[in-house]
T-cell receptor, first 109, second 114 residues
């Protein structure tokens, strides 16, 4: 089977740093990506890791450990607009991405 | 910035009726996808499409579903006989190639089956 596990909810304070973890078990693996989705909106691509290590894009960073089947998304200098759901997603085939159940990020002022 | 366009934004249909959801992918993209998201749940893969044929489909994508690229710009998802459990947000996505890291998603069609 295929499974991606991530926390259902995370709460953090504006200006702080938050980490959202993801573990996966899939029959194929090309890479791990992260998507942001605001209520009523479409998933928006944030980052992708094909190899082990940290990828940084502005305030967002993503990490992958293929040997541990584990990755995380790190959000720094949190802003209220970062309140959204965040999905980890595995590229399980060259033509298929499988999403986790999503982590709802609540940001407190 | 190029975007994926979906119409309609919301469709209400009676159980048993056929619906067609429409998508215009980004013009130079070659790979097209449909996903669905039941309210409050995860985004589920339905089907991928390349070179005018299905390249991969999920267990959800049974005989009631079909996809088509009727012309050079549109990509459609048809549900032949809708069920109550088909009520969901349906997202179309596209990518330029299989090497593309991320998909570009449309804003979705909310399908309500009554």
């Amino acid at each position: 089977g295929q499974s991606l596990e991530q926390p259902s909810e995370v709460t953090a304070v504006e200006g702080a740093i938050v980490q959202i973890n993801c573990t996966y078990q899939t029959s194929g693996f090309y890479g791990l990506s992260w998507y942001q989705q605001h209520d009523g909106g479409a998933p928006t691509f944030l980052s992708y890791n094909a190899l082990d290590g940290l990828e940084e894009t502005g305030r967002f960073s993503s990490f992958l450990s293929r040997s541990d089947s584990y990755g995380y998304l790190l959000l720094q200098e949190l802003q209220m607009k970062d309140s959204a759901s965040y999905f980890c997603a595995v590229k399980a085939r060259y033509d298929k991405i499988i999403f986790g159940k999503g982590t709802r990020l609540h940001i407190l002022p | 910035e190029p975007e994926v366009t979906q119409t309609p934004s919301h469709q209400v249909t009676q159980m048993g009726q056929e619906v067609i959801l429409r998508c215009v992918p980004i013009s130079n993209h070659l790979y097209f996808y449909w996903y669905r998201q039941i309210l409050g749940q995860k985004v589920e893969f339905l089907v991928s499409f390349y070179n005018n044929e299905i390249s991969e489909k999920s267990e959800i994508f049974d005989d009631q579903f079909s996809v088509e690229r009727p012309d050079g710009s549109n990509f459609t998802l048809k549900i032949r006989s809708t069920k109550l459990e088909d009520s969901a947000m349906y997202f179309c996505a596209s990518s330029a190639s299989t090497a593309t890291y991320g998909y570009t998603f449309g804003s979705g069609t909310r399908l309500t089956v009554v």
